[in-house]
C-alpha cells in the first residue's frame, strides 16, 4: 500500500458528461500529481500541484481542470467527456519538488460509453 | 526527439533466471532514474531509483546500472520469480522542465514461467 488513496476504482459515464476524481497524497506529502494512462499512450503527465498551487502543467486538456485543496487532497474534474477519454488516472504524491521519488495510487478506471 | 524508450516491450524468463530491462534515454539533462513495477490492476509501485552520479545500486534482488555516456539504463533482477511479472517502467527526472518531472517510457511486461 502506497499510502495515496484514490476513489472511485471505477467510473462509467456517457460521453458528454462531467466527472470528479479525487485523490489522498500520503500523510505529509505536499505535491500530488495525476497521469493518465492509456495503452497506445503510456503514463503521461497531466498536472502538478504543491501545496495547494499548480506547479507544473503537462499534457493537461482544457476540458481537465484540477484543484489542490487546503487538506491537500486533490480533485480532477474531467468534463464534456469523449471517448477517446477513457483511461486508468492515476495520482501520485511527493513530499516537495525536488527530485525524489513518486508514490502512486490504485488509480481510477474510468470508462465513457 | 528527447524520449524515454525501451529497447524490448516483452521479456518472458524462467523461475529461478536473471533477468535485466533496458531503457535508453535522450536528454542529457536527466539527472535522477527511477524503476517503477506495474502489476495488473494496480497503479505503478517504487522499486528502485539512482541518481546521475552513480553507476550502479543495488536494492534487495534489484540493481540498477547507470551508462551516462551512451545514456542507457537498466534494471537487473536476480532469481526472479513469478511474483516479479509485471510492466516495468523507467523513469526520468528532467530538471526544470516545466512540463512536469518525470518522464516515462513505455514499459517491458515481463513474464516468468515455471
Known amino acids: 500500500d502506497s499510502g495515496v488513496t484514490q476513489t472511485p476504482k471505477h467510473l462509467i459515464t456517457a460521453t458528454g458528461q462531467r466527472v470528479t476524481l479525487r485523490c489522498s497524497p500520503r500523510?505529509?506529502?505536499?505535491?500530488v500529481y495525476w497521469y493518465q494512462q492509456s495503452l497506445d499512450q503510456g503514463l503521461q503527465f497531466l498536472i502538478q500541484y504543491y501545496n495547494g498551487e499548480e506547479r507544473a502543467k503537462g499534457n493537461i486538456l482544457e476540458r481537465f481542470s484540477a484543484q489542490q485543496f487546503p487538506d491537500l487532497h486533490s480533485e480532477l474534474n474531467l468534463s464534456s467527456l469523449e471517448l477517446g477519454d477513457s483511461a486508468l488516472y492515476f495520482c501520485?504524491?511527493?513530499?516537495?519538488?525536488?527530485?525524489?521519488?513518486?508514490?502512486f495510487g490504485s488509480g481510477t478506471q474510468l470508462s465513457v460509453l | 526527439g528527447e524520449s524515454v524508450g525501451l529497447h524490448l516491450p516483452t521479456l518472458s524468463v524462467q523461475e529461478g533466471d536473471n533477468s535485466i530491462i533496458n531503457c535508453a534515454y535522450s536528454?542529457?539533462?536527466?539527472?535522477?532514474f527511477i524503476w517503477y513495477k506495474q502489476e495488473s490492476g494496480k497503479g505503478p509501485q517504487f522499486i528502485i531509483d539512482?541518481?546521475?552520479?552513480?553507476d550502479k545500486r543495488q536494492g534487495q534482488r534489484v540493481t540498477v546500472l547507470l551508462n551516462k555516456t551512451v545514456k542507457h539504463l537498466s534494471l537487473q533482477i536476480a532469481a526472479t520469480q513469478p511474483g516479479d511479472s509485471a510492466v516495468y517502467f523507467c523513469?526520468?527526472?528532467?530538471?526544470?522542465?516545466?512540463?512536469?518531472?518525470?518522464?516515462f517510457g513505455r514499459g517491458t511486461q515481463l513474464t516468468v514461467w515455471p
Open positions: 539512482i541518481r546521475s552520479n552513480m
Open positions: 501520485a504524491s511527493s513530499v516537495g519538488t525536488g527530485d525524489e521519488k513518486l508514490f
Open positions: 500523510s505529509g506529502d505536499l505535491s
Open positions: 536528454n542529457s539533462a536527466s539527472d535522477y
Open positions: 523513469a526520468e527526472n528532467r530538471k526544470g522542465s516545466t512540463l512536469g518531472r518525470l518522464y
